[in-house]
């Protein structure tokens, strides 16, 4: 997000990373826990979030975020009754998993996906301390993944669609959500029925199938890079425990704590390449 909405004389171009929880509750939700809204706001249609007063105030406040991910995961209904899940993400380079980054060479890893977001900031009535939630715009499904689902994330393809929505300061509410479109950048493959138990937090979660074939989770040539890269980001961390994990029907892949490999993609991602020394900040 922009860090003006934390420091008012920030520069609104300028990035900060920030934890926020999924599931907006928004600022005017009156009761003393959260956890009391009647309604899931994980996610938030594009063609009502001007309308609905879950969303609007925090959107015409310029409460824009970006939700970074690996990719995520949706489910294919089946005429047999079942459903087959896949794994989304962006396209990447050949060389996505050169092991590591040296002083200000180039990120060659893996591609993140920037997912358009509305965040909004929630104080207790009796006072302590505010706490950040945030929605994930949805849109239409593009051509190449609506025989999968309906509907998918709203998704920035690039640096300039992601500096437009986050400086609420020069891009107007009114000019920002053009951007909200389906994009076709995005590939997917099938992924075991594994992924199913929300008990399974591990890489081999997004290890490709072949449809038809008795599945195993096992990594094969064409996903080993992506297996790699997930493994590197979960080695040396706690396991998430089971009640921690989301629970939404569009279960968005949530690494935890990154090791220096992905720790340095999220802050060169923070302070692009062109910007002004000064203007980089880490978060």
């Known amino acids: 997000l922009s860090r003006r909405h934390l420091h008012q004389d920030a520069d609104s171009s300028e990035r900060v990373l920030m934890d926020m929880r999924w599931g907006l509750v928004p600022s005017w939700f009156k009761q003393d826990n959260p956890s009391k809204l009647q309604f899931n706001t ?7 979030m001007l309308s609905k ?54 990120w060659k890893g893996w591609r993140l996906l920037t997912m358009a977001g509305i965040f909004d900031c929630w104080e207790p009535p009796g006072g302590g301390e505010m706490l950040y939630t945030y929605t994930i ?17 709203a998704i920035l393809d690039g640096d300039e669609a992601i500096r437009k929505w986050l400086d609420f300061a020069e891009v107007p509410t009114q000019e920002a959500v053009k951007l909200i479109q389906p994009t076709e950048n995005i590939v997917f ?18 290890a490709r199938i072949e449809l038809g074939a008795k599945q195993e ?16 980001s979960q080695e040396g961390s ?20 990154p090791k220096k490999t992905s720790a340095s993609v999220l802050q060169q991602w923070l302070g692009k390449q062109g910007q002004p020394p000064a203007k980089k900040h880490k978060a």
């Open 53 to 106: 007063s879950s969303y609007k105030g925090a959107l015409l406040k310029g409460k824009r975020c970006v939700v970074l991910a690996d990719g995520f995961y949706e489910w294919q209904q089946q005429q047999s009754g079942g459903k087959q899940p896949y794994f989304i993400y962006f396209p990447q380079t050949k060389d996505a998993m050169d092991k590591e980054m040296e002083g200000d060479e180039e």
């Open 238 to 257: 706690p396991q998430k425990k089971e009640n921690d994990l989301p629970k939404w029907t569009s279960q968005f892949i949530h690494s935890p704590s």
């Open 42 to 48: 994980s996610n938030c249609r594009s063609d009502t």
């Open 189 to 206: 493959h099938p992924v075991s029925t594994f992924v199913n138990n929300i008990r399974n937090n591990t890489p081999e979660c997004v």
């Open 217 to 232: 989770v096992k990594a094969t040539p064409s996903n080993k890079v992506m297996l790699d890269w997930l493994k590197s």
């Open 137 to 153: 715009i949805t849109v239409d499904a593009s051509k190449d993944v609506s025989f999968i689902h309906h509907r998918m994330p």
